[in-house]
């Protein structure tokens, strides 16, 4: 992959690239159908306004690509406003280009607002850091995180980019890694959780698992355990992504999270202890893999014992 880097460049809000030797020979709707994966509607939408030149010429979406030709994609980031309220709170960002940025959530920080009375979430964050620079974009959470859970998360910085995004995710190419704390010392070394979860009747937040819930899928290797604390540190990826789905899965097995009183942890943190420390994803028109670790915002819980022994 890496070696095939694709050269694109945001110009104003247009979108050029030059054609690698890869897409030689393919039609201008390969490229926006199986490449990018585009939706239909766009695509349709992009035909209808002429919004792709080859070589400086509007020509049908039949045109075959050659190696080296120019491609101008004209006015896919334009975009009124922000679409959100600024924040002038700092936030950390790990990873950033003119189409996307990772950035770190700290604990007790929604993702995104739910309301408009949200107006500091870290999308609000990421409006405002975005306009301090003069960089109109609408960006789009392609995942979140729980309000207490910190850690990476992806934006995209235009729905162009975003609906990508959207589709790699739903094919699980984003590869998120996550570390926790839990109370115990787990039987297997490694394991995997496959047990569907649904709503719980009886609370408006839980989540339970539930013969009737969506499929959900954890699993998780011990880094290491703490005897005196009896504690372990455990490195967890999804092949879902259910809300609560850690929490509920490792109380599921008698390992809830420190912290997470919700699901049966104790105190001994401020919040559930789970931070998701690394993500990878293909990027959506470079092709190069970014693969970024996100720091603790935090004094996460660190533990000194031996690994899980």
Not at 125 to 147: C, G, M, S, T
Request: hydrophobic share 35%; proline share 5%.
């Amino acid at each position: 992959m890496g070696d095939h880097m694709i050269k694109v460049e945001k110009l104003d809000n247009h979108l050029h690239v030059v054609v690698p030797a890869e897409w030689d020979g393919i039609s201008i709707d390969d490229l926006l159908k199986n490449k990018w994966q585009l939706a239909k509607k766009r695509i349709h939408q992009m035909r209808m306004d002429k919004m792709v030149k080859q070589n400086g010429l509007s020509v049908p979406f039949a045109n075959k690509l050659r190696a080296g030709d120019q491609l101008i994609f004209e006015n896919i980031f334009f975009e009124a406003d922000y679409g959100n309220k600024p924040s002038p709170q700092s936030v950390q960002i790990l990873f950033e280009d003119d189409f996307l940025l990772i950035a770190n959530k700290p604990a007790q920080l929604a993702t995104h607002p739910n309301t408009s009375a949200d107006t500091d979430t870290l999308a609000n964050r990421i409006v405002h850091y975005l306009a301090v620079k003069n960089e109109p974009a609408k960006v789009q959470h392609i995942h979140r995180l729980d309000k207490d859970t910190s850690g990476a998360v992806l934006f995209a910085k235009s729905p162009f980019i975003g609906g990508i995004l959207d589709k790699q995710l739903k094919e699980r190419k984003i590869k998120r890694t996550y570390i926790a704390i839990v109370h115990g010392k787990l039987q297997k070394k490694k394991g995997t959780i496959n047990a569907p979860i649904g709503r719980d009747r009886h609370h408006p937040t839980r989540r339970r698992i539930s013969n009737t819930g969506q499929p959900a899928v954890t699993h998780y290797e011990v880094i290491s355990f703490d005897a005196v604390k009896n504690l372990s540190q455990i490195v967890c990826h999804l092949d879902t992504g259910r809300t609560h789905q850690i929490r509920v899965h490792l109380s599921s097995i008698g390992h809830p999270l420190v912290g997470d009183v919700l699901y049966g942890g104790k105190p001994l943190f401020y919040r559930q202890a789970l931070h998701a420390k690394y993500l990878s994803v293909i990027h959506p028109l470079t092709m190069e893999k970014i693969d970024i670790e996100a720091p603790y915002l935090d004094d996460f819980p660190e533990l000194t014992g031996s690994g899980g022994k």
